[in-house]
């Protein structure tokens, strides 16, 4: 299956985050390839989010939420756990979906349920950082699978810094799904 093409994240960002759930990550190693379903996910809508990476501006860090879309944001948080972002909408507006959890798919079988977890699991590190998602080698696909599921909004997680922003609806999972970081 080919990877979901540019257009698919050049779209509003909280349309793209619902509609990431359900998809497959797949990160294609020299031991072999790792795939996920996609469960739970939170969107970060630009530099007025000020819950957003890209609040504080163009820097180093933040560059690549500010590049075309269809690329990983991966950043490291705690000095110790790799997060992962898919950039959304056009180039110039930093805006990213974060993904939080995986349904891990065989023949993964390590905990995927939060965003270091994940990122752990799927051998995901700052060396992804910036990598196009319409790669050979790290990608998401649509399984092409019919399937029906109700979504869950709920505010996002560990935002409270982020004044009025911290309540908004803006993560949204696989109502019932186990492998969901928090109900």
């Known amino acids: 299956m080919p990877p979901l093409p540019r257009s698919f994240y050049d779209r509003d960002t909280i349309v793209v985050a619902r509609e990431l759930l359900g998809k497959h990550l797949v990160h294609v190693t020299p031991t072999g390839a790792r795939r996920g379903r996609i469960v739970e996910v939170e ?89 196009d998602l319409l790669s050979p080698d790290f990608f998401i696909i649509d399984p092409g699978m019919e399937e029906k599921f109700k979504i869950v909004r709920r505010p996002r997680i560990g935002v409270a810094y982020a004044k009025h922003w911290a309540k908004r609806l803006l993560r949204f999972y696989i109502k019932d799904n186990p492998h969901v970081s928090q109900p």
């Open 43 to 131: 969107a970060y809508l630009g530099p007025h989010d000020l819950a957003a990476h890209s609040s504080k501006g163009l820097t180093d860090r933040t560059r690549i939420m500010f590049e075309p879309p269809g690329y990983a944001y991966v950043y490291l948080i705690y000095g110790m756990h790799h997060c992962m972002n898919v950039v959304t909408e056009p180039a110039g507006c930093g805006a990213a979906v974060l993904l939080r959890a995986l349904e891990p798919l065989p023949p993964l079988a390590a905990r995927t349920n939060g965003p270091g977890l994940l990122c752990s699991a799927m051998g995901i590190d700052r060396r992804l950082n910036g990598h």
